[in-house]
């Protein structure tokens, strides 16, 4: 009887005392998963996004997962809006939607509904005991609703759950798209391109407006300033000689003098807009002047109020 008790106490040692709980008591870790996440940055945040430019509106940005504990952790990544409407905002609607994608494990990991769609399929992420997995998130948003410059953000919660739908770790992120004030200007009508230049054929000149169909193409993110700077300070010069002609230009329903800084200002909030405006040029006397084609320069740019 006291070697089957004696068995039975050396048993019951061997089956309480498993190599991995020993290892993990004596690294003084706890015998089960223990989970942390720590990112670089918690504001995942598209920094200078031009939006008239040809680049998308994407970045990447990694996170890492620590096991702490002497169990390895097997969990799914995904992401909570916290109960607020999915999109990022500056306050009020439009929101911009935006994707999220797991590089790692090549998913979608969008929370479009509030919550990243849950599916026993998702791939698990596994880190064992004192280990760490490093995953990278791609966000791209889509900019077709853009009215404005600034801050678009949005709160997100990242929630590493167990198989068995418990929480592991989460962290709290930030999305954020960031909008530069920005204005493209343009000329259609009729004009021929060369070597980079618009040139414009104001036909036989008379004193008055020229019957030239031109327009110019604006888009902005604010109020903006277009300026105008002539080469000749307002007059259509005869090349090799002191003969000019004296001119200004009309854009929309303003007529501009060359002679120093001329400048059209518009006034649109803070509302990106689409406009179109006439642009014509205002020829001055033209009596008794040497025959001969009479040009100047313009230099039009545009900067944002």
């Not at 920094?47 to 998308?56: E, I, L, T, V």
């Not at 004030?181 to 054929?201: C, H, K």
């Not at 105008?228 to 259509?236: A, V």
């Not at 002191?242 to 400048?263: F, Q």
């Amino acid at each position: 009887m006291t070697i089957c008790r004696l068995l039975a106490t050396i048993g019951a040692m061997f089956v309480a005392g498993s190599p991995l709980a020993a290892m993990a008591q004596a690294q003084g870790r706890s015998p089960e998963c223990h989970l942390r996440i720590e990112a670089p940055v918690s504001n995942w945040v598209i920094h200078g996004f031009d939006p008239f430019g040809s680049a998308p509106a994407s970045d990447e940005f990694d996170l890492t997962f620590y096991n702490d504990g002497g169990a390895a952790c097997r969990v799914r990544p995904s992401f909570d809006t916290d109960q607020q409407p999915f999109g990022l905002d500056q306050g009020t609607d439009p929101r911009l939607p935006y994707t999220l994608l797991n590089r790692t494990s090549n998913e979608d990991v969008t929370p479009r509904s509030g919550r990243t769609l849950a599916s026993p399929a998702r791939p698990l992420v596994v880190v064992n005991p004192g280990a760490s997995q490093t995953l990278r998130f791609g966000l791209v948003v889509t900019t077709d609703d853009l009215r404005s410059d600034g801050r678009f953000s949005q709160n997100l919660r990242l929630i590493a759950e167990d198989e068995q739908g418990g929480v592991a770790a989460s962290r709290q992120l930030t999305l954020g798209l960031d909008v530069k004030a920005a204005a493209l200007i343009g000329l259609s009508g009729a004009f021929t391109r060369s070597e980079g230049r618009a040139l414009v054929d104001l036909g036989t000149l008379q004193e008055g407006v020229a019957q030239v169909p031109l327009t110019l193409y604006i888009q902005s993110t604010r109020g903006f300033t277009i300026s105008f700077e002539s080469q000749n300070n307002g007059k259509l010069k005869l090349a090799g000689t002191d003969w000019a002609i004296p001119y200004g230009i009309v854009v929309g329903d303003r007529t501009l003098v060359l002679g120093g800084a001329a400048s059209y200002n518009s006034s649109l909030g803070t509302d990106r807009a689409r406009r179109s405006v006439p642009f014509r040029f205002a020829i001055g006397n033209v009596a008794q002047k040497r025959a001969g084609t009479y040009s100047d320069v313009i230099t039009v740019s545009i900067a944002v109020n």
